[in-house]
């Protein structure tokens, strides 16, 4: 999965920007974006927080995209276009700390920066760094919104929570995520706090799907991008995060469509994804 084709990418860009929409939706609206002119949505991927960003904004703001994938890129361009927000938008391949360098001079630089999933370890070897950087590419009383998806506090296998427990270690492992310590992926409120941004906020914005029916984008998050990506960490570190032979076996039948023991045949099947929004301004 590390290694992972044109088209996986692209089914995995397209898949979960459908499935966080309405959170990354109800995400950027709590930025208070009136009155901002200047927007930069991080690492923009398929383009879910730049339609959100263009939409929640005022008609006259202007949001640039920066990612350095350029078939990302032109996932969000033809997304914008559909979503008749292609004349606010622009998108830019670029390194987003160098973007963020050019922003820090005076005059250049923007009134609010949007980034989801993006400042974690396996971005950044620095991620405090990043955060810093985002910081001082912000206008006078600009925000900042740093967005997690939340994917390793997520329920994705309800009762059987040991399996899905050592899977989250096998998937990280896979990533390099470390176990602890100062680059820790859910440290975003601390470096928040350590760019010198004032009045950090911290919302909690859950996503829930039950019955799984009425949710037309979570099988495919779950069969697409999910399920593949648990089992690859399984096969690769699942014996070094201490699985054993059946709990191998176990994982493997609740995550193959058509076992007997499919977790998504079970009636009571629910998903519940805890989405973090950390925000912080700029004093000035």
């Known amino acids: 999965m590390r290694d992972m084709t044109k088209d996986t990418v692209t089914t995995y860009l397209l898949t979960n920007r459908a499935f966080v929409a309405p959170t990354v939706a109800e995400a950027v609206g709590a930025l208070g974006l009136g009155g901002r002119r200047r927007l930069l949505d991080a690492g923009t991927g398929a383009g879910g927080g730049l339609v959100a960003l263009a939409r929640a904004a005022d008609p006259e703001a202007r949001v640039t995209g920066v990612d350095r994938n350029a078939d990302a890129l032109a996932l969000a361009a033809a997304h914008a276009e559909a979503e008749g927000v292609a004349d606010r938008v622009e998108l ?27 400042i974690w370890p396996g971005n950044f070897p620095d991620p405090e760094a990043a955060v810093a950087a985002l910081a001082g590419a912000l206008n006078p009383g600009g925000v900042l919104g740093l967005f997690s998806s939340g994917y390793y506090q997520a329920t994705f296998l309800p009762g059987h929570s040991w399996v899905q427990q050592k899977l989250r270690v096998a998937s990280q492992l896979n990533w390099g995520i470390p176990g602890d310590g100062p680059t820790h992926n859910e440290r975003l409120a601390h470096w928040t706090l350590a760019s010198g941004l004032r009045e950090p906020r911290l919302r909690l914005i859950p996503r829930v799907v039950f019955p799984l029916a009425e949710d037309p984008t979570a099988r495919p998050y779950l069969e697409r991008v999910v399920w593949p990506e648990l089992l690859d960490a399984a096969r690769g570190r699942g014996r070094e995060a201490g699985m054993s032979e059946e709990e191998l076996a176990r994982a493997a039948a609740l995550m ?29």
């Open 256 to 284: 193959t469509p058509g076992h007997d023991d499919y977790i998504l045949d079970e009636p009571g099947y629910h998903l519940l994804h805890p989405m973090l929004l950390v925000t912080a301004r700029r004093g000035g």
């Open 92 to 118: 830019r391949q670029a390194d987003l700390l160098e973007t963020l360098e050019e922003a820090a001079r005076p005059g250049a630089g923007f009134d609010a920066i949007w980034a989801s999933d993006v």
